[in-house]
C-alpha cells in the first residue's frame, strides 16, 4: 500500500523477521512436519497482499469506543416511551446509545451492561423495561382518576 507510514512497514518488516525466525528454527528442532507447513503457509499469506494489509493496519485506539452518544440526557428525559421504543428498535441505533438509553432513562447500573452479552439481549431489556414504564403509568392514571371520583 502506497499511503502506509514507514513506520507501520519498518513494524510488519520486523513482524516478519521474527515469524521467519521462529519458523526456521521449528524447521532445525524438526518440529511436527504439518506444523511446519501450516507455519509456512501462514508465512505466505502475511507476506501477500492480504496479509500485508492486515499486519499493517493501525490497532484501535478505542477512541471511538468513547464517542459520546447520539442522544443526550435531557432528550432521554422528555421522550415518550413511544419514541424510546421506536429508538430501540431500530436496528440502526447503536449499542453505546442502548446503553446509554438503560443508563440514562431506566437507571440501570452502568455495571450490569456486560451482563447483556448481545445487542439484542440489551434491546429486549429495553423494550421489557418500557413496558413496565408504561404499565406504571397506567396504573398511577387510574389511581388518580379513583381519586378524583372519591374527592368529588
Request: cysteine-free.
Amino acid at each position: 500500500m502506497k499511503d502506509r507510514n514507514p513506520e507501520d512497514r519498518s513494524n510488519s518488516a520486523d513482524l516478519l523477521k521474527v515469524l521467519t525466525a521462529h519458523y526456521n528454527s521449528l524447521v532445525s528442532a524438526r518440529s511436527d512436519e504439518s506444523l511446519v507447513r501450516e507455519y509456512a503457509a501462514l508465512l505466505r499469506f502475511l507476506r501477500s497482499p492480504q496479509g500485508k494489509a492486515i499486519i499493517g493496519q493501525k490497532q484501535r485506539t478505542g477512541s471511538s469506543a468513547r464517542r459520546p452518544p447520539n442522544v443526550t440526557a435531557e432528550q432521554l428525559r422528555t421522550a415518550s416511551l413511544d419514541d424510546i421504543e421506536r429508538l430501540v428498535m431500530d436496528d440502526h441505533t447503536p449499542r453505546k446509545d442502548l446503553e446509554f438509553i438503560a443508563i440514562e432513562r431506566f437507571s440501570v447500573p452502568r455495571g450490569s451492561m456486560r451482563s447483556f452479552s448481545n445487542r439484542q439481549m440489551l434491546v429486549d431489556k429495553l423494550l421489557t423495561l418500557t413496558a413496565n414504564e408504561r404499565t406504571h403509568q397506567t396504573i398511577t392514571a387510574v389511581a388518580h382518576g379513583a381519586a378524583k371520583q372519591n374527592v368529588g
